[in-house]
Nanobody, 118 residues
Framework: QVQLVESGGGLVQPGESLRLSCAAS????????LGWFRQAPEKEREMVAT???????YYEDSVAGRFTISRDNDKNMVYLQMNKLKPEDTAIYYC????????????WGQGAQVTVSS
């Protein structure tokens, strides 16, 4: 089991940047794929980006080229650099962990609010 704590959310204007951080602790974090999900009001939660221990990444189409996920295995941290933010990026962003042999994200952070508005 992994405990996850997000930080770095806030209010920004369209076109600006924001970086989310997630501190992971507990079981060997190296055995987990880490990811960022988001949920906007009245919408389903969606996967934003994921990263394996070895740095393989996945991005949802609407954020590819604007967002970058990264991981510091020495510090057990995962980051989401968000550039060229749009109002439609407004959501609660969650850090999540999936054991490498599992298909399900079982551990979740408490969420960080990101609001993009002029």
């Amino acid at each position: 089991q992994v405990q996850l704590v997000e930080s770095g959310g806030g209010l920004v204007q369209p076109g600006e940047s924001l970086r989310l951080s997630c501190a992971a602790s507990g079981s060997d974090v190296l055995d987990y794929v880490l990811g960022w999900f988001r949920q906007a009001p009245e919408k389903e939660r969606e996967m934003v980006a994921t990263i394996t221990t070895y740095g393989a990444t996945y991005y949802e189409d609407s954020v590819a080229g604007r967002f970058t996920i990264s991981r510091d295995n020495d510090k057990n941290m995962v980051y989401l650099q968000m550039n060229k933010l749009k109002p439609e990026d407004t959501a609660i962003y969650y850090c999540a962990a999936r054991y490498i042999d599992s298909s399900r994200y079982s551990d979740w952070g408490q969420g960080a609010q990101v609001t993009v508005s002029s």
